[in-house]
């Protein structure tokens, strides 16, 4: 039963709707008397009262049923039950409840990230709670504990817009990309995810028509289409449920629904829609005929393609925000890249981390983003004015006319820092003591190519060829791709270019090809998928190497090595291929050819690996995943993907140094390497390049220019001395204080306290 609950409960965007829900289905479900959530205010020690069964939310002046639960209700109304110890024994809260006239009672902890953020009571007049009740409630709070978050901070934040107040908590994520904006909300969905469609109000009613239409009609074209293709093989019965999909979306079905439910409760057209198929499902699940159950299925399926087709119009008819603030479950790269150029000032996400993707490529191209907003619920945050703080991780909600003075301050005094830094960008890179510095940059968005060139970077250290890819319709030709990389070597030649031979897989999914797979971090990935489909690795490398006809500063590198004979299969292709371009007229040389270092297994190996290639980059990003086994996506774990664990900063030496023996160039162009409390201990490892995105070269040149390399050598060798991370992390902010440099690393702050 709980199982349906949590389904059930899930669906509930609202806050108030969510809370009264879930205490009258515990009431009804478990037959307890009354069922009660309190939220854990953590500034005050007090428990707050949110919700009791049948009677509600209880800051709405509830309608009250009977006339026992009408003396709880009263008695309990705006109570704060003040406790320090509520969270061990509930000792003070249950005297207060026992005085009430309920005798037995059973409290539940609401525990989110090691904290209780909220207490669940259940009342009974006789019979006592059992060990199946207990569990089955302790199931639900641990099922719902990342909603429970969200709603109480939809609460809290609807509480303080009403009551005039200022919201003072910010929402708090992991800092990506610096900067500090202030915008408007814009809230996107995932691709064809019904679930996470927010709730939006109807704004124009034809035009939502004229897209619901035209998305049923390319449906029901779909459907007729793929009848056809399979009705040879398929039998009288099996045909029919064509024909019963085509019904469903059609005027008297689906969308019919969908209409009404447009003009009555005023809601958008994908918002009617989520709400219409979720309607119809929950009916159809709860029958007792199996063949009307297995119909939920096609209802969600038919949704779903209708979703698919209502996006992609909306989204080329999309009026923006003049100062659009993205913000979204997962924001993707057709997400960033749908919005007219100018009007994008900054991302918030609630999943994903520092490391994802989107957060990467959010600071290739310099905008402030959050990631991991974890109690953030998208309801919130649509059209409001919002503050969004890159260097600490910040976001403020519905941001007040007394907080604009304050975040402009905030925002002049970020930019002052960032026009300082600045100073030194025709500077050559060095430190303090004259070490001369190789930093280079990292590219993949074709906007970057211009940020790239107007500063002074020595080569350009990974291009992410995937990110085209992402771009393209279908897997592009070899003349389209000649074209692309030849743009990029032309406009750095002479300087060396390392391109990145394809590397999808995990979070990086091309719109036209996609696979599912249940550990996607693991599984197909780079070299990997490159070497299994020769042909596309094949093109790929020949669009490269005639690319780079008469300016010979091409590089390449293969992602997610970690068997040798990997490697030697891209050795042989690579010599066919220079090969076949010879003896077709064009005059080109062989390439310098280099590996990631991503998987630990390869960094053990890099004196074998040294005998096939020519350089080595670490890829710091997966090498720490892979190393501390953090999903480098996954908000729930992202505190323990740390770059200053002992072992990783073990690893890096080691790798440089056994590079290094072999005589090869050893670079890093993972993000630590723009990090700047990590730059000072890549400088003092010897790595030979940094590479970063364009927009963190000022402040690693700022940084560099204010340590010397010997006091890079000292922290580092009391790095390699310490035992765990935040160690690490209190030393070298200490450094940064003592330099005068504070400001620069508020961002990560965080990480040093845990
Ligand atoms: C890395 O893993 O550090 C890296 C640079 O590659 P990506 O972030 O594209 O996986
Ligand atoms: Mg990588």
Known sequence: MWQQWVERLSAIDDAVNFFETFCDELSNGLSVDAVLVWEVVSADHALRLISISQVGYVQDQPVELSPKGSVFAQSLRSQTVSSTEHAAGHAVFLSNVKALEFPVTLVVPWVNKGQTVALISLHRCAEAFDDA????????????????????????????????????????????????????????????????????????????????????QSVKQDISALSGILSKNLSKDQADIFSAYSQMVDRHGLMRDIAECMEKEHLCVQSALKQVVLK????????????????????????????????STQRARCVYPERTILVGE??????????????????????????????????????????????????MAEGVEIFLDGCNGEVIVG??????????????????????????????????????????????????????????????????????FMLCEYF??????????????????????????????????????????DNPYLGWRGLRFCLDHPEVFRTQLRAMITAS?????????????????????????????????????????????????????????????SKMVDFFSVGSNDLVQYMLA?????????????????????????????????????????????????????????????????????????????????????????????????????LLHRAFHAAGMSRLVGIHEERVIQ
């Open 476 to 517: 592009p030709s070899e003349s389209t791709q000649r074209l692309m990389y030849r743009q990029i070597l032309r406009a750095l030649a002479p300087k060396p270019v390392i391109i990145r031979t394809l590397d999808i897989g995990g979070d990086k999914r091309l719109p036209y090809f996609d696979f599912t797979e």
């Open 630 to 730: 953090v999903d480098r996506n996954n908000a729930r774990v992202a505190h323990l993907f740390n770059c200053f664990h002992p072992s990783i900063l073990r690893l890096l030496q080691q790798s440089v140094d056994d590079a290094h023996a072999c005589r090869k160039h050893i670079s890093i162009c993972g993000e630590l390497a723009a990090d700047p409390l990590g730059v000072i201990l890549l400088v003092a490892m010897g790595f030979d390049t940094l590479s970063m995105s364009a927009t963190g070269l000022d402040a690693a040149k700022w940084v560099l220019h204010k340590f010397s390399l010997s006091t890079c050598q000292q922290l580092l060798k009391q790095a390699l001395l310490c035992d765990d991370a935040s160690a690490v992390l209190a």
């Open 280 to 311: 119809t499902m929950h009916q159809l699940e709860s029958v007792a005929d199996p063949y009307l159950r297995a119909r939920a299925v096609d209802i969600q399926d038919v949704g779903r393609r209708i979703l698919a087709y209502l996006q």
């Open 133 to 216: 009740l207990t569990a089955q409630v302790q199931s639900l709070a641990i099922c719902l504990s990342d909603l429970c978050v969200k709603r109480l901070s939809s609460l809290n934040l609807s509480c303080a817009q009403a009551s005039g107040r200022v919201a003072d908590m910010p929402f708090q994520g992991f800092p990506c990309a610096p900067g500090l904006v202030l915008g408007t909300g814009f809230t996107v969905s995932p691709v064809a995810d019904l679930e996470a469609v927010s709730m939006k109000p109807l704004l124009n009613y034809e035009s939502d028509m004229d897209i619901l239409s035209k998305a049923v």
């Open 330 to 379: 997962e924001v993707s790269l057709m997400d960033i890249a749908s919005i007219p150029e100018g009007q994008l000032v900054g991302i918030c996400s609630l999943e994903g981390s520092r490391y994802s993707h989107v957060g990467i490529l959010a600071r290739a191209i310099g905008l402030p983003t959050v990631m991991g907003v974890k109690a953030l619920s998208l309801e």
């Open 549 to 609: 006809e008469g300016l010979n500063n091409l590089h390449i590198m293969v992602p997610m090595v970690s068997h040798m004979h990997e490697v030697k299969t891209v050795r042989r292709y690579l010599d066919t291929v220079v090969d076949e371009c010879l003896a077709e007229g064009f005059d080109v040389q062989m390439p310098a050819l280099g590996i990631m270092i991503e998987v630990p297994a390869a960094a053990m190996q890099i004196r074998a690996f």
């Open 399 to 468: 941001v007040s006319e007394q907080q604009q003075h304050r975040l402009h301050l905030k925002i002049s005094d970020h930019h002052q820092l960032t026009t300082q830094m600045a100073t030194l960008r025709q500077e050559p890179a060095r430190t303090s003591d004259n070490y001369a510095v190789s930093l280079w940059v990292n590219l993949g968005l074709g906007s970057d190519l211009h940020q790239a060139l107007s500063v002074p970077a020595d080569g350009v250290g990974l291009f992410r060829s995937e990110v085209p």
